[in-house]
């Protein structure tokens, strides 16, 4: 019954706008169900073994290895955004080379390819150190390879694009994985968890995001390897059966694997790798497992170019000596790309380098979904990435001090991810993405 004094008009206007309405939220639900994702993976283990680096100097000689090298792409789509996600099992992956594969790469603005390195201390150096008898570190042909495999990865990725929903969580990882080797406790304990699902339930692909050294192995054993990450890869794999993907965080000054042994001793086996590898993979299928379906996320992906003055004299000289070629014209400052995604509730920002666990802490703080992920040595790793109060302060902390570019790195990266999260809309909370 119309209400009393409601004219003929005013009810074929609610009519009217009740199907606006109705048809507007159709709309959405369309363009958010179209939510799609895909994965692939390419191993890169040099044949022959080549030596391993565990950062700046000479490669140390192999004679064997214990898991495989390989780089893993997970591209996301929504609502015409395509995004790329790749983990790589490096020390670090500089532009220098990442750009080689955003510029070949096809059907993904090279601005939303992320790139980031797991930081594995016992894979072939991909920076080109001085070798300290007048040569350099690196394989070209190599590492041309490894930009060729990448490539064909997220190629893959794209092809395989299917409707996906998503499962996000975050928690502590429990149990004996990492610790700070400065000051035992001063680590974040938080992985989160990012997993794609297709609507028949298979795992298409499982992110793990966490703050750790891999360097149980490091490059003094005569062995290549994707340390801890390979068993964490192969864990979820198997548990799952959709592809893993590891991308390390805030892990700076210096938080590590924790293989300690009886006494103190470092435990530098594969065994430990395992250990750490599987744990920490079950510790992250734990957190997901119960999260809830986000049947259609909306993502959102926005990059800056951010500028670093490189202060230090022994960093300026590695970058102008490298055959890698990142000589620019102004040998005094670096720039990077930073990215920043919303994807379903969750936010990511990117950081060229290893943060220490405090501007990882604050950074998190600092911003706007429900689960925040920081993506450490991607798209770029210039060492370490400390405050200026920090800087050159602890005795300690003189290692991370002389391997970063300058004390105002920390500041800057502080400054422009903060003033990224302020330019960029906020992720949609789960509840009001329930409500669309
Ligand atoms: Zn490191």
Redesign the pocket.
Known sequence: MPKRGETLYRRVMKRIILLLVSLSCLALSVAAADFRAGAAMRVVTPDPLLPVSG?VGPSHPVSRKEGDLTVRALVLESGGVRVAIVGADF?GFPAVLGNKVRARARGIPPANILIGAT?T?SAPDCYGFPDGKGGFACDLKYLDMVCAKMTEAIQEAVDKLQPAQLKIATGEARGKIAFNYYAEQLYDPRCSVIQAVAPDGKTIATLVNYAI?P?VLGNGRGILSPDLVGPLYERIESATGGLAIFMNSA??G?VTADNRGPEGKDLREWSECVRIGQLLANEALRIVHDAPIQAAPELYCAAKTITFPVDSADMRAIMQASPLGYASADPGHVSTQMNLINVGNAQIITIPG?ALPNIGYYLKRKMRGEHHLLFGLTNDAFG?MLTKVDFGSFKRYEYVSRTSLGEMTGEILIDEALKLVASCPAPTPLSAAAQK
């Open positions: 950062g020390l930081h201390h050294h360097e892990q700076g210096m290893e370490y």
